[in-house]
């Protein structure tokens, strides 16, 4: 069974400390209690300077929940960052949360819960982007499948029909998705083409895969360096998002304003080094950071 002291909280940073003050602040506010935070701090002021995320980490020291920010710098691009975050981590689970995200009190302990009943490679919360909880778009939702087995690997690549499920996670939709399908659960699983802002890794099959140690083969301006780490777990191991989603989105203008270079193409494309069709998702709240900011074969039912 996953207890929060088999967690480490990985939180790459930059630029955000009001933010990352947020952020912080609902790792503090936690039902539970014993996982251990990590920041990779890459600011042009080093956000241990800033008093509200100072005082937030000794907030979380004096709750049971060790923090550390480490200065990380020259930037060499998201993907170095994540992986300079991975070979930090002492503990089987590891958490990337991205420093403008706050979370729900029990989205921990539902993410460790979820953890343990599906065994898969990662589980996490699509971010809600509230300012579009009005904007409904059911035609985005319609690639929405729910896992009703036991997760299993998937190969998932750009224009593959699985792929058409990113338009679940734009704008409000995992809020909307939530509503329309809500049986009295307190989560349930369902199938995702990534998961952006938080996420929840088995720690050895992250690394198994590679983890982000393709950050050499990227130009150090790039996008969408989680989207490569998560289809290769998926394609081993299997990854599912939670519903209803714990975690929300500031929707602050993004640190990263070069968007051009898609790991995607440099890692698992065809060489043409061409922009996805993770534009189009980031058209709306998760690229409004743009704007605005082994195969288990039981067919045994998930608990719920």
Not at 85 to 106: F, G, H
Not at 114 to 128: E, K, P, Q, S
Request: overall charge neutral.
């Amino acid at each position: 069974m996953s207890r929060p002291a088999d967690l480490d909280v990985l939180i790459p940073s930059k630029d955000r400390p009001a933010a990352l003050a947020v952020t912080l602040s609902g790792l503090a506010a936690q039902t539970v209690s014993g996982f251990r935070v990590v920041v990779s701090d890459q600011s042009a002021e080093p956000a241990s300077e800033d008093p509200l995320v100072a005082s937030a980490v000794r907030i979380l020291d004096h709750l049971g929940r060790p923090a550390e920010l480490l200065r990380h710098v020259p930037p060499r691009g998201l993907a170095e960052q994540r992986q300079f975050l991975l070979e930090q981590s002492r503990r089987r689970l590891v958490l990337y949360l991205d420093d403008d995200v706050w979370l729900e009190p029990t989205a921990v302990e539902v993410l460790l819960s979820a953890m343990d009943a599906l065994r898969c490679g990662f589980v996490g919360y699509a971010l809600h982007g509230l300012s579009y909880r009005h904007d409904m778009r059911p035609h985005e939702l319609a690639p929405y499948e729910e896992w009703t087995s036991r997760v299993r690997p998937e190969r998932v690549r750009r224009g593959g029909p699985a792929w058409r499920r990113f338009t679940l996670h734009n704008a409000s939709n995992p809020l909307h998705l939530a509503q329309r399908v809500a049986k009295g659960r307190r989560w349930w699983a369902y199938k995702v083409a990534w998961i952006g802002g938080c996420v929840l890794y088995d720690r050895r099959r992250l690394e198994e895969c590679g983890g982000f140690r393709f950050w050499r083969s990227v130009p150090p301006a790039h996008a969408g360096e989680d989207v490569v780490a998560e289809l290769r777990v998926m394609e081993r191991y299997g990854g599912a998002g939670l519903l209803p989603s714990r975690a929300y989105h500031m929707e602050l203008p993004t640190t990263v304003r070069d968007r051009t270079a898609e790991c995607y193409d440099y890692v698992l494309g065809d060489g043409h080094h061409r922009a996805d069709h993770r534009a189009d998702h980031h058209a709306d709240h998760h690229a409004d950071r743009r704007d605005a900011c082994r195969d288990d074969r039981r067919d045994d039912r998930l608990p719920r």
